[in-house]
């Protein structure tokens, strides 16, 4: 036994966290279920530390030097099943195994204790950046025991990305919570990109721009308040041309979403645990919609009328539109974090989690795909218990979006007369304008139930829940509980 950590599963994600973990001085042994990856591993990167391949799970096992440390990076779900079950028939008390896939929390409170019925430390983790990111520094999201993170602490800090010299990990709690904040993490991921591609629509085709001038205006945005690394990409596909017909790159995609499931699960967790999070369901839901062939294809043969989407902006105008989509933009983003926040609040209250909200902010700021430069604010705003409630109360976030207010209605507006659809603007502008106002008509919604189910209301005047008998002369009311 010579490995201090292993690796199980070397596609793209775990030969990065392989050598990852390699060129910060771990020995690793590592195991693919097909030996020819693990050879071509060895062949490519072999020179680049200390490694130690294994044919079988019971030779990987062996290498380890005990007590023993596996993570493990296969597909979510069955796979990650059958590993984790050869890994701990082999396994002692005291051992530990982590799942770095993106596996539902559920399995992974499930799989948690199951092994810790065997004496086995099972810590699901949150990994997150990508194949480069694992490579050369991922956010990392650990759950599971105090213990299990006690000893792990030391090799994940190493490997980590560094926001300010801070390494981007923390224990998020136990068993599920660090898969659950991976998860939310996704959701807000695919809300964030969901904005940036609406802003692109708008520039397309309401403003006719080419994707070289509006991948020079993301790159414009990302040194304001906006920077971020998901505007840096956006900016550099925009740039990309095809290589088969020299057109823009992002002209010859085939216009379908694909999406694994994480912001599918974010939504349905909201869902739940009652929490609205409206900007990454509308995200979910426009990538739902873009994969609906059979549907786009016969509303395009219906040649249903209405405006083109062309927005008729003055050239002398252009610049003080494009300030506004930048506004409509960040005040949406605000309220996608926030919701995320929320739901990750709502779901540590349910589990037991006692999760840091300052510190998940923090972890964020460097290697996972959201990484943000308002991270840092967001962070600060929870360290100074403004944001408990809400992100958007901390008085930076309350400033900003009051200060995108008129632009972002414009642009709301604008979009629904010319037609172009921003779901995730719009969805967001409508959670805010609920969130202040100070009656909603929620009390119609509950006289509806009182009349056609008797499901009682409660008054704005005294306590207790009430009934109005609606088939009775008079409709008297009555009280039906204190
Ligand atoms: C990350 C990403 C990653 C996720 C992809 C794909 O943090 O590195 O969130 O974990 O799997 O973004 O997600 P979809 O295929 O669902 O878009």
Known sequence: AAANVGVVGLAAMGASLARNLAHHGNKVAVFNRTYARTEDFMEHHGQEGDFYPAR?????????????????????????????????????????????????????????KAMAQRGLHFVGMGVSGGEEGALNGPSLMPGGSEESWERLKPILESI???????????????????HFVKMVHNGIEYAD??????????????????????????EDWNRTELNSYLIEITAQVLREKDERTGKPLVDVILDHAGMKGTGTWTVQCALNLGIPVTGIAEAVFARGLSSQ????????????????????????????????????????????????FNEIAAAGKEYGWD???????????????????FLDTISDAFETGTADVSLLFAPYFKEAIERCGQPWRRIVADCAMHGIPIPCFSSSL???????????????????????????YQRIDMPGAFHVEWEEPGHPEVQVSK
Request: charged letters at 25%; hydrophobic letters at 45%; one cysteine or more.
């Open 193 to 218: 990109m969901q904005l940036i591609a609406e802003s692109y629509d708008l520039m397309r085709r309401g403003l006719g721009m080419t994707p070289d001038e509006i991948g020079a205006v993301f």
């Open 56 to 112: 079988t799970v019971e030779e990987f096992v062996a290498s380890l030097e005990k007590p023993r440390t596996a993570i493990v990076m296969v597909k979510a779900g069955a796979p990650t099943d059958q590993v984790i079950n050869e890994l701990a028939d082999l396994m002692e008390p005291g051992d530990i195994i982590v799942d770095g896939g993106n596996s539902f929390f559920q399995d992974t409170i499930r799989r948690e």
């Open 160 to 178: 980590a990305a560094k926001a300010d010299g801070e390494p981007c990990v923390m224990h998020i709690g136990p068993n599920g919570a660090g």
């Open 293 to 340: 062939t059979e549907l786009r294809e016969g509303a395009a043969a219906q040649h249903f009328s209405g405006p083109d989407a062309a927005l008729d902006v003055p050239a002398d105008q252009r610049d003080a539109f494009l300030d506004d989509i930048r506004h409509a933009l960040y005040a949406s983003k605000i309220v996608a974090y926030a919701q995320g």
């Open 355 to 373: 999760i840091d909200m300052a510190g998940v902010a923090r972890i964020w700021r460097a290697g996972c795909i959201i990484r943000a430069r």
């Open 430 to 456: 409508a959670y805010f304008d609920g969130l202040r106002s100070t009656r909603l008509p929620a009390a119609l919604i509950q006289g509806q139930r009182d009349l056609f189910g008797a499901h009682t």
